[in-house]
């Protein structure tokens, strides 16, 4: 079986072409290439530092927003229900128009 590592190689070079580019922008004069390595790869590792600093920062603050629309999921659903729920039933109108055809017979026939 093949182990696949879990680092990206390409992220890996260009952490540390990026890391010998500024080693050597600020490399002084009389300092030997093994020096400059070292300062390379302290610049690499400071950087792979940063970058999981910045994603270990991203995946919580997702975390966050995913709470934050699940509470107001919730809300909107409470909302929606309590809408729902005021619903008028019929007896009442019936009452009101039998209560109406009432008063008008008495209106016109009343009783003697």
Same mark, same amino acid.
């Given at each position: ?21 500024? !080693? %050597?922008?600020?490399? @002084?004069?009389?300092? =030997?290439?093994?020096?400059? /390595?070292? +300062? ?17 920062? !991203? %995946?919580?603050?997702? @975390?966050?927003?995913? =709470?934050?629309?699940?509470? /107001?999921? +919730? ?38």
């Amino acid at each position: 079986m093949a182990k696949y590592s879990k680092r990206h190689p390409q992220a890996d070079e260009k952490n540390q072409e990026e890391a010998t580019k500024i !080693a %050597r922008g600020t490399q @002084k004069t009389g300092q =030997s290439k093994e020096q400059t /390595k070292l +300062i390379a790869q302290g610049i690499q590792k400071g950087i792979e530092h940063y970058k999981k600093q910045q994603k270990s920062k !991203a %995946r919580e603050l997702s @975390k966050q927003l995913k =709470s934050v629309a699940k509470a /107001k999921n +919730i809300i909107a659903e409470q909302e929606v229900l309590e809408t729902v729920v005021v619903k008028q039933h019929w007896l009442p109108w019936c009452l009101l128009a039998l209560s109406w055809v009432g008063a008008a017979f008495n209106y016109f026939f009343p009783v003697l």
